[in-house]
């Protein structure tokens, strides 16, 4: 073979090897908002479309932001990402996290001790998984975190106390929104809760009657609700097409 034409192969293969989304490691390319191509991280403009580099990837549905657009899907609820240009406006926190227990975990269906009561785990020296962070009125931090008991799943709340402070980095966590700030709904006919966003969590309460409630977070298409009317409040989790929202 000529030696020129070799040259030219190896060349065009280290062009293609350059190219690859996997060559580099997706961390040094960027993927086109307008034509899907991957592109050097040193281009600003895509070279074949000339759409602006994006500098974080969008979840329309739950508003988790990375600056790695070689994600596609969102990690939380799974919708696509939108590629949005300009700074992240803060740093996203992962889907969840793991602390270590130092002590058993007495746990309520809400982030205060005015919420119904959801048992007490003997989980302590385990590494438990964290969704969220809230504060009660106090300024007390809670968190969301999932125990396993009776064959299914739970999300339940405990004060942060009962983690080694050590392990858990709560700007790694979703912060929670206020009551405030949550969309009014209305509970549809008769319907069964659930202790998470799936019906591998456990059941919360069977035929619970048409009400008023609060949607503090939708996760998957399921939404974790808060009573309204209860004279002890009250978390859980229904799947969203249950619900009808109310015009705000």
């Not at 500098?55 to 990690?75: E, I, K, R, S, W």
């Not at 793991?98 to 982030?111: C, E, F, Q, W």
């Not at 009561?117 to 302590?124: D, I």
Request: charge should be neutral.
């Amino acid at each position: 073979m000529p030696l020129k034409r070799c040259v030219a192969l190896m060349l065009s293969f280290t062009l293609l090897w350059a190219l690859a989304p996997g060559a580099q490691g997706e961390s040094q390319l960027w993927q086109c908002p307008g034509c899907s191509r991957w592109n050097s991280a040193s281009y600003q403009y895509c070279p074949y479309c000339g759409a602006e580099r994006p500098d974080y990837m969008l979840c329309p549905n739950c508003h988790y932001q990375t600056a790695d657009t070689a994600y596609v899907y969102c990690p939380v609820c799974g919708a696509a990402l939108q590629a949005v240009s300009g700074a992240a406006p803060t740093a996203t926190p992962r889907p969840y996290i793991y602390g270590h227990t130092i002590d058993r975990l007495a746990t309520r269906s809400g982030p205060s001790t005015d919420f119904t009561g959801t048992g007490t785990y003997q989980v302590k020296d385990q590494d438990v998984p964290i969704f969220s962070v809230a504060y009660d009125v106090n300024g007390v931090a809670w968190v969301q975190c999932e125990v396993s008991y009776g064959g299914a799943l739970r999300r339940v709340y405990t004060g942060l106390k009962r983690f080694d402070a050590t392990t858990v980095d709560l700007s790694q966590v979703r912060a929670e929104s206020k009551d405030t700030e949550a969309r009014k709904a209305q509970l549809l006919g008769k319907a069964t809760l659930r202790y998470g966003p799936g019906t591998e969590y456990g059941v919360y309460r069977e035929d619970v009657v048409s009400q008023p409630v609060l949607v503090m977070y939708v996760e998957n298409g399921w939404a974790q609700i808060q009573s309204t009317k209860a004279e002890t409040p009250w978390r859980a989790w229904i799947a969203e097409s249950s619900l009808s929202y109310s015009v705000q």
